[in-house]
């Protein structure tokens, strides 16, 4: 991200061309177009001859999909104006006639400050006067809010940011973790993206306390179904964090030169390196690769119910007690289980009454856990070393059993590592 450079007014010399604008040049009372600004002069950042004729200067930030490597949209910076109201629309504003003059037709990233969207549409119109002159429609545009929001601008805030949804624009929220936002806005808002604040990026993974806060925002922003965008990348050990919390659009200087231009098309995204993660290797697959089907029975079932679940295929080797939302509540282990029912008077004490009385503590695992660490969770209560492991989603569903064999003759089966 480029620090704006202080100028008394935005330059440029001459209109944009008619043929990017469908209904010539539009004047609202009160804003000057950049292209009528007269120019500053004695300024700081008008030394280069380039920035002084062609308006003010612009960095293009390509935002790049990890998975594929390709440039998904353009972030747009330019300067303001020195001295400007919290509500200036000067830098966005110069950013869409930047895109326009550089024929960027991707979707673009356009910075606003929030104070703009919470003073209301009547204080936008310089940004829709600057979209219909430069021939771009606000459904390729995301508009990533910056700056601090207070609790009593919310209702000021969501209106302003449903007018800008009527009318095609893609809302975001920029600088979340360093920046004066509400969780609670996000949730209320549902931004298409979230960008993490760069303070956070540029100390990660060094800093482990940041790198925490920064992977809680993602986990958030995936239950509100948001994307995540990561900026400032400089290094592949903040690359290789990144992907490890499951963000799939990044941008920075690891990706694409300051000087980077629309035109340039691809950039480098360095290939994962798989010694990143030995211990994921070493840990073996997933349990959900060996999962089988349970037998379920509700938590409320008998005896007898369970007998007949045995009874109707010789390959069960337990039932798992589910609730009204097949969540596992106990299991029952096959051998164990015949063995009590077959004692003196067993199936006539026993067979009538609710099962969960003779059933034992289901061991959950959740689907993504490795191998390893299962065969671990297995070994802890001698006893039942070799009781199914019951496999459950996100909310605790059951998915299936895994026998304990299963486990340990796949390891068996790999070849040593030396």
């Not at 099962?355 to 969770?377: F, S, Y």
Request: aromatic share 4%.
């Amino acid at each position: 991200m480029s620090v704006p450079i202080p100028l008394s007014a935005p330059v440029a010399t001459s209109p944009p061309s008619a043929e990017h604008s469908p209904s010539g040049p539009f004047t609202v009372s009160g804003y000057i177009p950049a292209w009528n600004a007269a120019p500053a002069t004695g300024m700081p950042g008008h030394d280069d001859p380039q920035a002084s004729t062609s308006g003010p200067a612009a960095v293009f930030t390509p935002v790049v999909d990890l998975d594929t490597g390709g440039v998904i949209a353009v972030q747009v910076t330019t300067e303001g104006r020195y001295g400007a109201h919290a509500t200036d629309l000067t830098a966005t504003v110069n950013a869409v006639h930047a895109a326009s003059t550089e024929e960027a037709r991707l979707p673009l990233v356009l910075s606003i400050p929030a104070a703009a969207v919470i003073a209301g549409s009547a204080g936008l119109a310089p940004l829709n006067e600057a979209m219909r002159a430069g021939g771009r429609r606000p459904r390729e545009v995301i508009l990533v809010l910056e700056g601090d929001i207070h609790t009593e601008d919310r209702p000021h805030l969501l209106a302003g940011i449903d007018g800008l949804r009527a009318a095609g624009y893609l809302i975001a929220f920029g600088g979340l973790g360093v920046s004066q936002l509400p969780l609670d806005v996000l949730a209320d808002t549902s931004p298409y993206v979230i960008m993490i604040g760069t303070q956070l990026v540029d100390r990660i993974p060094r800093d482990a306390r940041r790198g925490a806060l920064a992977e809680s925002l993602v986990t958030m922003a995936r239950g509100i179904g948001a994307h995540v965008l990561a900026p400032g990348i400089r290094d592949e050990s903040q690359l290789g964090a990144i992907r490890s919390w499951g963000i799939r659009l990044a941008q920075g200087p690891l990706l694409a030169p300051h000087d980077w231009k629309p035109s340039h098309g691809r950039v480098h995204v360095p290939v994962p390196i798989p010694e990143a993660t030995p211990m994921a290797a070493l840990l073996g697959p997933r349990v959900q690769e060996f999962l089988l089907p349970a037998m379920t029975v509700s938590q409320n079932a008998s005896a007898e119910d369970v007998v007949n679940a045995f009874g109707s295929e010789s390959s069960i080797t337990s039932v798992i007690l589910v609730d009204e939302y097949q969540r596992p509540q106990s299991m029952i282990d096959r051998s164990r289980f015949l063995l009590f029912m077959a004692g003196a008077y067993g199936h006539a004490l026993h067979a009538k009454k609710p099962a969960h009385r003779v059933a034992d503590t289901a061991r959950l695992v959740p689907k993504t856990t490795p191998a390893i660490a299962a065969m671990q969770l297995a070994g802890r209560e001698s006893e039942r070393v070799y009781d199914d492991l019951v496999v459950v989603d996100e909310v605790g569903r059951c998915l299936g059993i895994v026998h304990v064999s299963d486990l340990i003759r796949h390891v068996a089966n790999q070849p040593a590592k030396v």
